[in-house]
Nanobody, 118 residues
């Protein structure tokens, strides 16, 4: 069994920065890609940043402000969030996708709350 654990969430003022971390434990696993998602109240999770073989992609509303990184291609992923806005307030989730043959297994963390408020 694989566990993903997010950390680094909290309360920050508008314009401020936070860095989220996601670490993996449990059974050995090799993630094809890792990503960060977020969920606003009463809405589904939405992907905001993904890194696959070093290539990154971002949702339009965070591009230029958020940076995803995966140093050494291990199963740790970070999300540097700069110039945070009130509308970034959400629960942030880490995701790691593992490919076995033709099947993709999606692994999720429990989430960490980010609140942007003055």
């Amino acid at each position: 069994q694989v566990q993903l654990v997010e950390s680094g969430g909290g309360l920050v003022h508008p314009g401020g920065s936070l860095k989220l971390s996601c670490r993996t434990s449990g059974d050995p696993v090799s993630f094809t890609s890792m990503a960060w998602w977020r969920r606003f109240p009463d809405t589904p999770r939405v992907m905001i940043a993904r890194i696959t073989d070093g290539a990154t992609e971002y949702a339009a509303d965070v591009k230029g402000r958020f940076t995803i990184s995966r140093p050494n291609a291990d199963n740790t992923v970070y999300l540097q969030m700069d110039n945070l806005k009130r509308e970034d307030t959400a629960v942030y989730f880490c995701n790691g996708d593992e490919t076995r043959g033709n099947i993709i297994y999606h692994n999720w963390g429990e989430g960490t709350q980010v609140t942007v408020s003055s």
